[in-house]
């Protein structure tokens, strides 16, 4: 992920100027983690490529399927920055003369394609394929978001995610999981009344 701006450092620069930052804008943020990805994943192509063809069939084989495996994920990473890099932004800050346009500004920005992809929606859908139930359970989450092609949050694609990672995907939007009864069993998972909470009224 890309390092965190402002750093603590531009947070106390402008908390001792009496300077407010803004809220960061997510899509913006996704913009960045995309570019950072494929730039991971280009370093590691030109790693594996680098270390030469081998001698041994075993070894040699490895490491065809290492970079057919990172070539995948670099194709994906790209085609997401790409859609991320496309998307058009709604949310372009109103001037003087069009306050009075705020509220129907607003309501072009959650119609707006860009917030229709983050890790929130795809979760509420999952929620809605499993028959829209009260809670899921992080695993099972988990294991619907996985049949999903591309990325989640241009980070990992979907077939990567982990009940961990996902929690890690989930926290800044407010959602976290929490201690859920599955009939005898008590589990991790999600309510989705905090997945509806925690939508996003426009990521870009």
């Known amino acids: 992920m890309t390092p965190r701006f402002p750093s603590g450092l531009d947070d106390l620069s402008a908390a001792l100027a009496g300077i407010e930052i803004p809220q960061e804008n ?7 983690d995309a570019h950072r990805r494929v730039q991971q994943l280009d ?13 041994c069939c075993t070894d040699a084989r490895g490491q065809l399927e ?7 994920l670099r194709l994906l990473a790209g ?6 890099l496309s998307s058009p932004c709604c949310c372009s800050p109103a001037s003087d003369e069009a306050e009075a346009d705020t509220a129907e500004d607003e309501a072009e920005c959650r119609s707006c394609l860009a917030a229709e992809h983050t890790i929130v929606h795809a979760c509420l859908d999952a929620f809605a394929a499993d028959g829209d139930p009260a809670a899921m359970s992080s695993a099972a989450l988990t294991d619907r978001l996985r049949r999903l092609p591309g990325m989640a ?3 990992w694609t979907y077939a990567e995610l982990t ?3 996902l929690g890690r995907l989930l926290a800044p939007y407010g959602a976290r999981p929490r201690n859920v009864r599955f009939g005898t069993y008590q589990l991790k998972g999600y309510l989705r009344s905090s997945l509806m909470a925690a939508l996003p009224d426009c990521s870009c």
């Not at 370093?43 to 001698?55: I, S």
């Not at 290492?66 to 995948?72: N, R, Y």
């Not at 085609?79 to 991320?84: D, G, H, K, Q, Y």
Request: no cysteine; proline share 8%.
């Open 43 to 55: 370093a590691q192509l030109l790693a594996v490529a680098g270390d030469g063809p081998t001698h």
């Open 163 to 165: 009940p961990q990672r």
């Open 153 to 155: 949050e241009a980070r």
């Open 66 to 72: 290492q970079l057919t495996d990172i070539l995948i």
């Open 79 to 84: 085609a997401e920055l790409t859609r991320l």
């Open 26 to 32: 997510p899509h913006h943020r996704a913009i960045l």
